[in-house]
């Protein structure tokens, strides 16, 4: 191996050990006071709320055009009465929480990412430190926190949009009633569905806060540096949560062994 | 690296005019560095960037009450020494004591409890740009005082008045001119009357009417407060407006120090240069 | 951060887990978790589709879920399914219920239907043990059936030759002979080429899926009930048989007792088409029931009985179906019966057949519902009347017109929005058929009687 390839292996890992540390260390201070909890409101408020309108369009998109794709194909097997359930057990399980998860990362890695990168090139960051507040509390644990509990939150929404657009694909097919439609929806629906497929987007939610918040800080070079963290932050964000995903399936299917089937 | 074995305080490492007490340019008073005035004190302190050394064992004592300020050229370490004391940097060896504390060795909160006392002006003010001018004031009231929203108001307020900002209060950080920030940063250093005011590059970016608004906002501080300035600077009209001691800084280590006249009188060449440029280096 | 951004995120996160909670209700509530319920047990040679938390109904009514599936011992043995039942249906299990496990549609995932038994049977115990009836034995009943056609139609080619073999010298004679030979031949062949193609369909979709039967007991009882005809044709048709050679036996030349003969012949060969027409009613009725099924399936709706009134009154506004209806008057057809119910009065029988004369025109696979109406006494009291009043007339159509598949009842109250009185109310029944427009070919057939 040539120096030049060792040391850029050497960097690299450096890099991605820090990144754990720096993933504990969130991890650690989200539950050691003091609580930035007004701050942790106001990043819900950004994080969270401002994501809304997004998430419930794309929701609403996504359950019309996967009711659209899925009775195209049940269609054929004269298997109508079972789009509603398919489309729910396909957003509940998956695609609700992934496409959540995708566009929170596409919106709050970029946002975070650049805010947080902007605030490190403009020292702000040490100001902060200057004016004696923990700035990894203030900035990066408030982010991780709201993210958090943001994602849930946002999933069901996305799900329930889903549900909503695929109830108006299907209504203008065959004329279902709303609620014979959600009755329909939730008839194959488990808990082991519901709940793991919704909680494990607070994993989602940390990945991608942490993610953002530790490029954003480690930020250098200015502006274009501001500019490389947010796409950087978007980029290994959708990866490692997607990556993330893989590995909660498989957990998910050994805790609840009967989803596997 | 070369340490003094006894007086921990009095060593450069090049020899330059820079033992206080003996003799040859003295900080003011001729007292020691390490007598209860001195406000801040820097023991050897050694600091590294990657294999770029920017501070070389280098040891100063800060007055109280006074305006010291930070010579050099660029990248000689100023900036670097005032992130020192107030934590924001570790040496790599050393110590600093701020009030005889020496905050290398405190814990994270205790620490906080000292940066309490001393306020930051940064360069290009690092105003917080997401908070109104006014909260950028009030935000370390907010977080370390017990005083009621009004009476937090009242008192950004008046700090923002005190640099004749009260008009541009509600306005957003990001739609003020330079100097606009620069002053609000200023009140937002002074909100919690620290006895430490460290300031970075006071004029940079600032046009000469601008920056000489600073300058006498700064030594009102020091006058009517009796706050501890130390600027950083290497604007010479500035630095001889606001100090009543220079520290010139050359290639990580203190190489001349004194009044303005002890500094023009200097053995070294670049000092003598530096001091006579008008404009700054 | 100001109060009101405060109270958006406050709204934010109580708002997020509602929908949450929302859909954990919906999960639980159709999981029957917060109501009481008894366990049931019934034993079946197969599970195939059936897992834990696979659904149980009751009479297409959900009524519970799987929980448990018991493993035999050695091979041959019976799996045993636990199942949770809501209670208020405790009433309808009797120990001559039956299970059986069905399945949704061609790729509908299965489920458990029971059958309410009879009210002199006593009531299953809580973790009592039902009978589990196997979706095979109900393609074996129907390949059962296909022999016994097959029996039947070699019968009658078997006597056909008979008596043409018996009448052959008289020429006069032989004609009429064959052509009514023809006939039952001819009837028989259809009813044996239609039940064939039946139990083709059938015993396809038995072999892909699990039973697509609407109920166990409606589709059992079809066939069985195709069977047991099938059993009295082939009787009848023996018994002529029989006659025609008793006949022959005592035949002694071209005189009176031939022409006796003949005549008898035709009324035995008459009775017999009778029994063998029946039995293809009964056959397409059970064909019907099916197409019944497909047409609401179509429209997101896949049982009359699981159709609430309001997705009913949406289906009749449906354009592409055009509802034809016929509104009859309760003071015409009912009189209250000393027992609190209904019964139809004298000339009712008659005012319900004119009125299917004029929907008889169209194609017999159109479905007819029965509407029912009642506007006296408070909401409770009028469905009941309504229903009872849908059935009463249904159960007339279904003697008198042999339309059993393609008809179903739906209680509906007092609203009757398109009603001649004009009030938006009607006291009595509507026959509507459903029809596409194209078989409209005559207007005007919505106008009371």
Same mark, same amino acid.
């Given at each position: ?261 | ?281 | 951060? =100001?109060?009101?951004?405060?109270? *958006?995120?406050?709204?934010? @996160? &109580? #708002?997020?887990?509602?929908?949450? %909670?929302? $859909? ?30 696979? =659904?149980?109904?009751?009479?297409? *009514?959900?009524?519970?879920? @799987? &929980? #448990?599936?018991?493993?035999?011992? %050695?091979? $041959? ?30 790729? =509908?995932?299965?489920?458990?239907? *029971? ?33 016994t056609f097959r029996i039947a139609a070699a019968e009658m080619v078997a006597m056909r ?20 030979i023809d006939d039952l031949g001819n009837d028989a062949q259809r009813v044996t080429g239609a039940s064939a ?33 099938s059993?009295?044709t082939m009787?009848a048709v023996?018994?002529s ?28 060969m008459?009775?017999a088409r009778?029994a063998m027409a029946?039995v293809a ?169």
């Open positions: 191996m040539s120096g030049f390839v060792r040391t850029a292996v050497v960097t690299r890992l450096a890099s991605g050990g820090r990144a754990v540390i720096f993933a504990g260390r969130a991890l650690r201070d989200m539950f050691r006071p003091p609580f930035e909890l007004q701050e942790t409101a106001r990043q819900i408020y950004e994080l969270g709320w401002r994501s809304l309108p997004l998430i419930a369009a794309a929701g609403y998109a996504v359950g019309i055009v996967m009711s659209m794709h899925t009775r195209a194909s049940l269609e054929r097997f004269g298997a109508e009465a079972l789009v509603p359930a398919g489309l729910a057990l396909a957003l509940v399980r998956e695609t609700g929480p992934l496409v959540c998860g995708l566009l929170l990362s596409g919106r709050v890695g970029a946002g975070v990412g650049a805010e947080l990168g902007a605030m490190k090139v403009t020292e702000q960051i040490d100001a902060l430190e200057a004016v004696a507040v923990d700035s990894f509390k203030f900035l990066v644990v408030t982010r991780v926190v709201a993210c958090m509990i943001a994602m849930p939150i946002l999933t069901a929404v996305m799900n329930f949009m889903g549900m909503l657009g695929g109830w108006t694909a299907e209504s203008a097919v065959s004329g279902m009633g709303f609620e014979a439609y959600f009755r329909a929806a939730f008839s194959l629906l488990q808990f082991s569905d519901y709940v793991p497929g919704t909680l494990k987007t607070m994993v989602f939610g940390f990945i991608i806060a942490v993610t953002a918040s530790y490029l954003g800080v480690h930020t250098s070079g200015g502006t274009q540096g501001v500019g490389y963290a947010a796409t950087r932050s978007v980029v290994t964000a959708s990866i490692l949560m997607i990556a993330a995903n893989v590995v909660l399936v498989r957990l998910i299917f050994f805790v609840f062994p009967e989803m596997a089937e | 690296m070369n340490v003094s074995g006894t007086d921990g305080v009095n060593v450069s490492g090049a020899g330059g005019v820079n033992v206080s007490g003996a003799g040859g340019v003295n900080v003011s008073g001729s007292r020691d560095a390490n007598e209860p005035a001195a406000a801040i004190r820097l023991e050897h302190v050694s600091k590294a960037f990657g294999t770029f050394r920017v501070l070389d064992d280098v040891s100063i004592g800060i007055p109280r009450g006074r305006a010291t300020v930070v010579l050099g050229r660029s990248g000689t370490g100023k900036s670097v020494t005032l992130r020192h004391i107030v934590g924001l940097l570790q040496p790599d060896s050393g110590r600093v004591f701020v009030d005889d504390t020496e905050i290398t060795a405190l814990s994270p909160s205790a620490l906080a409890k000292v940066r309490q006392r001393i306020g930051f002006l940064f360069q290009n003010a690092a105003l917080f740009d997401s908070i109104t001018v006014a909260e950028n004031v009030a935000f370390p009231l907010r977080r370390h005082s017990t005083l009621t929203d009004a009476e937090i108001r009242a008192r950004a307020l008046e700090k923002l008045a005190a640099v004749g900002l009260a008009r541009a209060a509600e306005s957003m950080p990001g739609a003020l001119s330079g100097g606009m920030r620069k002053r609000a940063g200023l009140a937002r250093a002074m909100a919690l009357d620290p006895a430490i005011l460290l300031v970075d590059e006071p004029s940079a970016g600032l046009d000469p009417v601008t920056s000489e608004e600073i300058d006498d906002l700064l030594v009102q501080l020091k006058r009517e407060r009796g706050t501890t300035l130390v600027v950083v600077t290497h604007n010479i009209p500035s630095a001889r407006r606001i100090a009543d001691t220079m520290l010139f800084l050359h290639e990580g280590r203190v190489l001349a120090r004194g009044t303005a006249e002890d500094l023009e009188r200097c053995e070294h060449e670049l000092v003598r240069k530096f001091m006579r440029s008008e404009a700054g280096g | 951060m =100001g109060s009101p951004r405060l109270a *958006l995120v406050g709204a934010f @996160v &109580i #708002g997020g887990l509602l929908l949450f %909670a929302v $859909g954990l209700f919906l999960i639980g509530d159709r999981r029957l978790l917060f109501s009481e319920q008894f366990e049931i047990e019934a034993d079946f040679g197969n599970v195939a589709g059936v897992e834990i938390s696979t =659904g149980v109904r009751l009479s297409g *009514l959900p009524a519970g879920e @799987v &929980i #448990g599936i018991e493993i035999p011992d %050695a091979p $041959g043995g019976r799996f045993v399914v636990r199942m949770r039942v809501r209670e208020d249906l405790h009433s309808l299990v009797r120990t001559d219920s039956e299970a059986a496990i069905l399945s949704d549609g061609l790729l =509908g995932s299965a489920f458990i239907q *029971l059958r309410a038994g009879s009210a002199a049977a006593p009531l299953v115990p809580d973790g009592g043990a039902l009978r589990g009836v196997d979706a095979v034995e109900i393609a074996d009943l129907i390949a059962e059936g296909r022999e030759a008979e008596l043409t073999d018996t009448f052959g010298g008289f020429e006069a004679t032989i004609e009429t002979t064959t052509r009514l193609a039946l139990i083709d369909e059938t015993r396809g979709m038995v072999a892909e899926v699990r039973g697509v039967m609407d109920t166990v007991a409606g589709s059992q009882d079809a066939v069985q009930r195709v069977l047991n005809e059993e009295g009787r023996r018994t048989a029989e006659r025609v050679e008793e006949a022959i036996a005592r035949f002694t030349g071209p005189d009176s007792a031939t022409q006796r003969l003949l005549v008898e012949a035709g009324e035995v008459g009775r009778e029946d009613d009964n056959t397409e009725a059970l064909k019907r029931n099916w197409l019944f099924r497909g047409y609401f399936a179509e429209r997101g709706f896949y049982n009359l009985d699981e159709l609430t009134v309001d997705e009913y009154r949406t289906l009749l506004r449906d354009d592409r179906y055009t509802p034809l209806r016929i509104w009859l008057a309760a003071d015409r057809l009912f009189e209250a019966d000393p027992g609190g119910g209904w019964t139809l009065r004298d000339g009712a029988a008659r005012r319900i057949e004119e009125a299917m004369g004029e929907l008889l025109q169209y194609p017999r696979t159109s479905p007819i519902v029965v509407e029912g109406y009642a506007t006296a006494g408070e909401i409770g009291r009028r469905l009941l009347d309504s229903q009872a009043r849908a059935d009463l007339v249904r159960s007339h159509l279904t003697q008198a017109f042999r339309r059993a598949g393609a008809t179903g009842t739906m209680a509906l109250g007092a609203g009757a929005a398109e009603s001649p009185s004009g009030d938006g109310r009607w006291d009595g029944v509507a026959l509507t058929l459903f029809a596409e427009p194209e078989q409209l070919v005559r207007a005007g057939a919505g106008a009371a009687q």
